[in-house]
């Protein structure tokens, strides 16, 4: 059984909620895509996992197959349009179709060189726009005639909560982030009468194990005061992903599902990426 899977709290042993279903999860080779691909899996989806470093994608891919799931590994850097446009083509070559697409990948290079507005350079917005926009956009032309053919399709697009309650010195990030919101809201417009839905999931700051493990005391209050409740964790968001992926969200598109620990909710602090001082 997977992590994702036996986690008892507030999760639920699997119940195939994704059986008959074919992913793709970008990003999924670290962090909270790893965490989308194995829940969907033990759901009952066949996954495509992809990335840039084969290492780490087949590694992932290797442990879904290991838990009983099913899943392939593809290497692509969505930056590039053959790869963005070849992912599709490799799930349906794979699998034979494909039904859900979870556009999640980051750029942690880019993000480290945001700045505020007057010191971003050229590439930088260049790259972030193509990483958090242009190639999801890619994506979702090669994936919604494959979804129509299918006869359903869900697009979930992994936003963030600076996207509306901006972090400092992050402004191709936060640009960026804004645009994937309204891109998801015109992809519905167009194409939910076909049968495709799509939708946005938009984390606040999500708490990680490894990265989080030093915070000192009062970085760690900082953080859980922006959260009415405790902060997120990658598998609560994984869980609001497998909900609107879902056969359950049926009657749900062209939203932006908040996991953001109740933040946005109230005048709750932003966070401030990387630390100042």
């Not at 099913?70 to 083509?89: I, K, N, P």
């Not at 599902?257 to 109230?266: F, I």
Request: charged share 25%; hydrophobic share 40%.
């Amino acid at each position: 059984m997977t992590e994702a899977a036996a986690r008892s709290e507030p999760g639920t042993p699997p119940t195939g909620r994704m059986t008959g279903e074919v992913a793709i999860v970008t990003g999924s080779t670290a962090g909270l895509g790893v965490t989308i691909a194995r829940l969907f899996a033990s759901e009952g989806a066949q996954v495509v996992v992809t990335g840039r470093s084969t290492e780490r994608g087949e590694s992932v891919a290797d442990a879904i197959r290991a838990d009983g799931g099913d899943a392939v590994f593809v290497r692509a850097d969505l930056a590039v349009e053959d790869d963005s446009r070849g992912l599709v083509r490799a799930a349906v070559e794979r699998f034979g179709s494909l039904t859900v697409l979870v556009n999640n990948a980051v750029a942690p290079e880019l993000i480290a060189r945001d700045a505020a507005l007057l010191g971003v350079a050229d590439d930088v917005w260049e790259q972030m726009y193509r990483v958090n926009v242009v190639g999801p956009a890619w994506m979702m032309q090669e994936a919604v005639p494959v979804m129509q053919r299918a006869g359903h399709g869900s697009i979930v697009n992994v936003s963030s909560r600076t996207a509306e309650r901006s972090s400092p010195r992050l402004a191709a990030y936060t640009a960026s982030k804004g645009a994937m919101n309204a891109l998801t809201r015109s992809v519905t417009l167009d194409y939910a009468r076909t049968g495709i839905r799509c939708n946005t999931v938009q984390p606040g700051y999500i708490l990680h194990d490894e990265r989080d493990a030093d915070l000192d005391d009062e970085r760690r209050r900082y953080i859980e005061d922006m959260c009415l409740t405790r902060p997120p964790t990658a598998i609560d968001v994984a869980y609001a992903v497998l909900f609107l992926a879902s056969s359950e969200a049926e009657c749900i598109s062209g939203v932006t599902l908040q996991v953001d620990a109740g933040s946005s909710a109230a005048r709750a602090r932003t966070f401030d990426y990387p630390p100042s001082g």
